[in-house]
């Protein structure tokens, strides 16, 4: 809508119902929006950059040190250098090098995300294949549970896209039960009103309730080593499909301890 000074600004538009006095049946009220999505939006904006040069000054600041170790070893030692020094300062870098190249992917595969190719896909079917690429990597370790509606389901997704997005929860539900005497991730499905949730289950360590709202956001990750990749990407699929991706709330008394809700 544009202002009287011709400019746009985006405002949120409510309609109430009036009491009957002095005529009013209806009311119509424009809240002027504008400042607070753009307050929302800096906010954002600096939140990403603050992340991203966080992660790259933690990767380039080892790299450069370094590389000036290493230049001064091969300066001063010439021949007779004390090759393990040099091993090591390359070593270094090479790995903090492919750190930061793998966290630059990272980023990219966030923000080149394709639309989602929809297709009608059976769903029990996608879980089955799903379940046999997880345990391909986690046999060993993890039992996975399928409890499946005895009756044919079908949705409209990106085939592809989704599997990734389960195998993102079901690799962080590993990851989080792994170290239990008897590790188990269960994937169950509901469906209600048409639409089909699948639930993510482990019994893992559990989530501390105070991150809840923090391990969707890119490149924030709570394990060793974790990347903040994949539950950020599991996320953004699901939402180009037009659904929605949380974290379940359990039972004191459930043997489960963390469940993601994933609705199609």
Known sequence: MSSTDGTSRVYALSIGQGAGVGGIVEYLALTDVEAGLNAAEAQALRDLLQILSHEIMNSLTPIVSLSVTAEELFAEGGKDLPSPLITEALTTIRRRAEGLNK?????????RLPAPDLAPVDLNALLRETQRIFEARWAEGVTLELCLPLTR???????????????????????????????????????????????????GIGLDPSVRDQIFQPFVSFKTNGNGIGLSLARQIVLGHGGSLGVDTLETESPWKTAFRMRL
């Open 103 to 111: 966290f630059v992917r990272g980023y990219r595969d966030l923000a």
């Open 153 to 203: 389901v079908v949705v409209r997704v990106d085939k592809a896209q989704i599997e990734q997005a389960l195998l993102n929860l079901l690799n962080n539900a590993a990851e989080a039960c792994e170290s239990q005497p008897s590790p188990r991730v269960q994937v169950a499905v509901e469906v209600t009103d048409g639409a089909a949730t699948i639930i993510v289950r482990d019994n």
